[in-house]
């Protein structure tokens, strides 16, 4: 996909279409993930609702944040998050968040922004996030794309996302 000619519609639609994707094949998740990680190769994870922390991570984020699905479970939500997000740029969308759990929709997908790094050694980047309920595994998929693969439209969100941050 050339991302170069693609609107910011197209982009938040091709989004979408992904989580789709994966809430179709997750009645079989388990084992369709080499072939779910091939067709979407970039940073996937699931939240479990009942403990919000981290249930799965794919092979992409799992070396993106330099530590295994197991490892992340066991740090807990709130370890695994001030280690790698940026409190500031998930904070303000939690009561969003909060109500898109609610409204119990599976058919609903919501998108937001965050600053993630690898470690509290490295810079925080944007990544878009666009999440959907699973109802069948009581969780939440999120495919995260980092901005900077966005190419030109990534470089303008990532400075407008910035200026933001600045003002707040």
Known sequence: M???NLTDR???EAQQMQTYFL????SDFAENLAEMNELLPLPIHMNNLDEAGISYMNPQLEEYVNMSSDEAVAMGFERFFEAHVLR???EPMM???F???QNNDDGAVMTFFQKVRRSPKHDYEWFFATTKLIKSKNAMI???TPIRQLDKLGRKMHRILDENQYVK
Do not use: C, G, Y
């Open 23 to 26: 809430d179709a094949r997750s």
């Open 99 to 101: 109500q898109f759990i």
């Open 95 to 97: 009561p969003f968040l």
């Open 2 to 4: 050339n991302t170069k």
């Open 88 to 90: 500031d740029s998930w």
């Open 142 to 144: 999120t495919i995260d």
């Open 10 to 12: 197209e982009l938040l």
